[in-house]
């Protein structure tokens, strides 16, 4: 099989590797020579580069390619990518070839793109996960559309994505450009993920004064069971970096976090579908919040430092907590997924997804079972749910900040506990006459209800 990938940056260049490494032939293009000749360096010292064709004229890359072309693309999201596309374009590439666009795109790009190119080549999604390790060694493929050039290249990114108790972490997991859909609520997934454990280290370290070190013990020692994690374990290792002078690694580092937009498209789509992910805006604001600190354009919202409380706090019941938090971020990115896919008519299979996150991916953890189980095992775990309870109610008398245990426990608290929703409604009521829906399911006013002799102005 042969392929073309233009993009060589620290995914391209990974992925190219890997290609290789699964036995396709590879024409990869890098607008800059240099980038290119690092790659066929690389692939020379791995014995691996008789299959791959480096050029930097995208003519070249077209000429070289057997028809039907297949052409993967892994560069920056946003204009780019339709420079990229016209470019190939006019480089000569034609209707029945396929490029799949692999970068964090936005999926409503993608609709655009699909309408856009439609006379043109075949364009079809694939959000990829794993960073440069998962990249080379085999990624998390989130692939969508029913493109007949999904068929040629189908099998082999089979083998090239990880693969889970032999079955691989590729698939093409709806209609359109789901795929991006779900490589973006992965993100939003992780954002609030690692703010979780970015929280847990907080209660542990300025709640308890444990050192960073500490704390990377026992992260350590959770790894070791079912709460074994890509992003848990990293944590762990950050934890346990020190200088030479026996300073904290994540001591030298500035504390405001930076994004590239997937976490934030997940909230605006969230919030635009109007589904539930507090956890995942909660994650999203709370780096926004990072940079509300001294930065010159909100220096008037920067308040003075103030005291924080120290807590006692059970390891195990933290450990329950994040164990029941975690399951729940991942429940409302499936919900978003879920929710969008039947207002778009994608048919996204929320196994197939589940499947694409069980390796290679930033997200992948050992109790991704307990998250296909659904939303009634959740419902039975009550320790844990009375552990995050508990939990969430003293990292917060600590003073300390917690957006997302707080936003998670408010969720299931919302969800499982009596609603104060009718007061709001009667509210809306009151002012704006905008109507009440009573417990029989009369659509009605307060007024029809009970005698209001005066209203208060
Ligand atoms: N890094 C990560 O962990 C992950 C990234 N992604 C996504 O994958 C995509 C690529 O990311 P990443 O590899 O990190 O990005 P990099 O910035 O490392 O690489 C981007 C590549 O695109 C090339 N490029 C830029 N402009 C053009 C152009 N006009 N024509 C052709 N090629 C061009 C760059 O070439 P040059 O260097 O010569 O300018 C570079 O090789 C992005 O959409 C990203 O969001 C997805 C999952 C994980
Ligand atoms: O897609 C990814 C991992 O899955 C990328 O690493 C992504 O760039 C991370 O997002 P951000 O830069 O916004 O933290």
Same mark, same amino acid.
């Given at each position: 099989?042969q392929?073309a990938?233009v993009?060589l940056g =620290?995914?391209?260049k990974n992925l190219?590797?890997?290609l290789?490494?699964?036995?396709m032939?590879?024409v $990869? ?7 290119g000749?690092?790659?066929l360096?690389?692939?020379?010292s791995?014995?691996?580069?008789e299959? +791959?064709h480096i050029?930097s004229?995208l003519?070249?890359?077209i000429r070289?390619?057997?028809t &039907? ?12 990518v ?5 470019d +190939?374009?006019e ?8 490029? =799949?666009?692999?970068?964090n795109?936005n999926y ?7 309408l856009?190119?439609q006379n ?5 999604t ?6 440069a390790?998962g990249?080379?060694h085999g990624?998390a ?6 493109e ?5 290249? @189908?099998p !082999?990114?089979?083998k090239v994505a990880? #693969? ?7 698939a ?15 993100n939003?997934?992780?954002? $609030?993920?690692m703010q ?5 280290? /907080?209660?542990?370290r300025?709640?308890?004064g444990? #050192? &960073?070190?500490?704390?990377? @013990?026992i ?5 070791e069971?079912n709460?074994n994690?890509?992003?848990?374990a ?8 020190e ?6 690694l994540v ?10 937009g ?5 909230? %605006?789509n969230?919030?635009e579908?109007?589904?539930?992910v &507090?956890s995942?805006v909660?994650?999203v ?5 990072t940079?509300?600190i001294?930065? &010159?354009?909100?220096?008037?919202m920067?308040?003075?430092?103030k005291?924080?409380e120290?807590v ?8 329950q ?7 729940l971020c991942?429940?409302q990115?499936? $919900?978003l997924i ?5 207002a778009?008519q !994608?048919?996204?299979d929320?196994?197939k997804?589940l499947q694409?996150w ?7 953890a ?5 998250v296909?189980?659904g939303?009634?095992?959740i419902?039975?775990?009550e ?21 997302v245990l707080?936003?998670? %426990?408010?969720?299931?608290a ?5 609603s104060n929703?009718?007061?709001? /409604?009667? %509210?809306r009521?009151y002012?704006g006459?905008?109507?009440?829906k ?8 307060l007024?029809d209800?009970? @005698? ?6």
């Amino acid at each position: 099989m042969q392929v073309a990938l233009v993009g060589l940056g =620290v995914m391209g260049k990974n992925l190219a590797l890997n290609l290789i490494e699964k036995g396709m032939t590879l024409v $990869a293009y890098d607008k800059n020579p240099e980038v290119g000749a690092e790659l066929l360096s690389c692939a020379q010292s791995l014995g691996m580069a008789e299959r +791959l064709h480096i050029v930097s004229d995208l003519g070249d890359m077209i000429r070289r390619l057997e028809t &039907p072309r297949s052409i993967l693309l892994l560069v920056p999201a946003g204009e780019l990518v339709d420079k990229v596309c016209s470019d +190939l374009v006019e480089a000569g590439v034609e209707k029945e070839d396929i490029i =799949v666009d692999c970068g964090n795109s936005n999926y409503k790009d993608g609709i655009a793109r699909k309408l856009k190119y439609q006379n043109k080549f075949e364009f079809a999604t694939m959000g990829i996960s794993g960073g440069a390790e998962g990249a080379r060694h085999g990624p998390a493929m989130m692939a969508s559309g029913s493109e007949g050039g999904w068929e040629r290249i @189908e099998p !082999w990114f089979e083998k090239v994505a990880a #693969s889970y108790n032999n079955e691989s972490c590729f698939a093409r997991v709806g209609q359109s450009a789901s795929g991006h859909f779900v490589k973006m609520v992965h993100n939003g997934i992780e954002y $609030a993920l690692m703010q979780l454990i970015a929280e847990v280290y /907080q209660l542990l370290r300025h709640g308890t004064g444990r #050192s &960073p070190k500490e704390v990377a @013990e026992i992260f350590e020692s959770w790894s070791e069971g079912n709460l074994n994690s890509y992003l848990l374990a990293i944590s762990s290792h950050i934890l346990s970096l020190e200088t030479e002078q026996g300073e904290s690694l994540v001591d030298l580092i500035d504390n405001k976090v930076g994004a590239k937009g997937t976490g934030l498209w997940t909230a %605006q789509n969230a919030l635009e579908l109007g589904i539930a992910v &507090p956890s995942l805006v909660a994650a999203v604001q709370a780096r926004h919040l990072t940079n509300t600190i001294d930065t &010159p354009a909100a220096k008037e919202m920067t308040y003075a430092a103030k005291s924080t409380e120290s807590v006692e706090v059970d390891l195990d019941e933290l450990k329950q907590a994040f164990y029941f938090a975690s399951l729940l971020c991942y429940r409302q990115g499936l $919900a978003l997924i879920k929710g969008a896919s039947r207002a778009h008519q !994608w048919k996204v299979d929320l196994n197939k997804t589940l499947q694409t996150w069980r390796a290679g991916c930033i997200i992948r953890a050992d109790y991704l079972d307990d998250v296909a189980q659904g939303v009634e095992f959740i419902d039975s775990l009550e320790e844990p749910a009375l552990a995050l309870r508990r939990t969430t109610g003293k990292a917060i008398a600590t003073g300390l900040s917690f957006p997302v245990l707080a936003a998670t %426990q408010t969720y299931i608290a919302t969800l499982s506990t009596p609603s104060n929703g009718h007061l709001v /409604q009667a %509210q809306r009521d009151y002012f704006g006459e905008h109507g009440i829906k009573t417990h029989s399911g009369e659509t009605c006013h307060l007024t029809d209800l009970v @005698e209001i002799d005066a209203k208060v102005r």
